[in-house]
């Protein structure tokens, strides 16, 4: 039976720390992830209930496999466990986000469920926060499955990224960190539509480290993330959402392509008074110049489309993602960044 949520209800509705901020929050984004549930819970629970109070909240894309019904199951079993679960697939980056801006811990953990980021970090990520740091990231020294093209784009994507973005973005790490929640609430105060966590976190700063660890094959089934796509997508959120570099670089090449242009021209002026009517003007250079300038053209108008489709994004301020229900988990932003609203909660 659905009913409506207030401040009152959802309170209430919260497991062994009800009314009380827990003090981990682990948001744990899933899509079609029936099979790796309990392997999860099996080993993060223990180490949470070693370091206090905590919450585990399941960012759900509806599925088509029995994710939501296993999710309920471990729900009934233990009070801290809460699921959200979107009116559509979404994707990772919107059901990471929106975990993190619905989460009530005072520290918040974000991590993949198919165990290639380890639980057993969660301890030493926080311990190494409460040396002074509001982040604490996890980078990968190792990439346990990861084909050599996939090693090699990431490494290339994070150089080009690093070198034109206004913000460092740290190199071979993923979502898998543990924020203060004044870096929650400096997130929630962002209106950015892309949701690229690691480069609005460093955006936001504050005292931040890593810690390397060693990243593990997929635990059981396939990702459900393209390895190629999803990268090249990432990327483009690295470089056209916090960098205006390409614009500049057009400008550049245009006037690169203008000066060589003159040259050209003079020198064919020369070319031809010095050799008359027998200096070649044939159709080969004319048809590589035309296909030259076509492409460059054709470049310049796709990084400027890049973006204006991202401030047509901005502009139509859609939302990032949409809660259809809850179960046992309290509902501050139902639709993106202080946008508040209640949802249905489901027992």
């Not at 898998?176 to 209106?191: H, K, N, Q, T, W």
Request: proline share 5%.
């Amino acid at each position: 039976m659905d009913a409506r949520v207030d401040a009152s209800s959802a309170d209430r509705a919260q497991g062994a720390y009800r009314g009380e901020a827990p003090l981990i929050s682990v948001v744990v984004p899933v899509y079609k992830e029936e099979n790796n549930i309990r392997p999860f819970l099996a080993r993060t629970v223990p180490i949470l209930e070693q370091l206090g109070s905590y919450e585990i909240i399941f960012s759900l894309d509806p599925s088509p496999d029995a994710t939501e019904q296993l999710i309920r199951e471990e729900i009934a079993r233990n009070p801290n466990i809460g699921l959200m679960v979107f009116s559509r697939r979404f994707g990772q980056s919107a059901a990471v986000m929106a975990g993190i801006l619905n989460c009530r811990g005072q520290w918040c953990v974000v991590i993949d469920v198919d165990l290639q980021d380890p639980p057993e970090m969660i301890e030493t990520l926080w311990r190494k926060a409460q040396e002074g740091f509001d982040v604490v990231r996890a980078r990968r020294e190792s990439r346990a499955g990861e084909t050599l093209l996939r090693r090699v784009v990431t490494q290339t994507g994070y150089k080009l990224i690093n070198s034109i973005a206004d913000v460092p973005i740290p190199r071979n790490t993923g979502e898998f960190r543990i924020m203060s929640r004044r870096v929650i609430e400096e997130l929630r105060g962002l209106s950015e539509s892309h949701g690229f966590l690691r480069g609005l976190v460093a955006l936001v700063g504050f005292p931040q480290t890593e810690i390397l660890f060693a990243r593990a094959a997929r635990n059981i089934g396939t990702g459900n993330y393209n390895r190629y796509i999803g990268s090249i997508k990432i990327g483009f959120d690295g470089i056209f959402g916090f960098s205006t570099v390409p614009l500049r670089m057009m400008v550049w090449a245009g006037f690169g392509i203008a000066l060589l242009s003159a040259l050209a021209i003079f020198v064919v002026i020369i070319l031809k008074i010095i050799h008359g009517n027998e200096y070649p003007m044939g159709t080969p250079t004319i048809t590589i110049l035309v296909l030259f300038m076509g492409g460059v053209q054709l470049t310049a108008i796709g990084v400027l489309g890049e973006y204006i489709g991202r401030i047509y994004d901005e502009v139509r301020r859609r939302p990032l993602y949409i809660i259809e229900h809850a179960v046992n988990c309290t509902i501050r932003d139902a639709r993106g960044p202080n946008t508040g609203g209640a949802v249905a909660v489901r027992q």
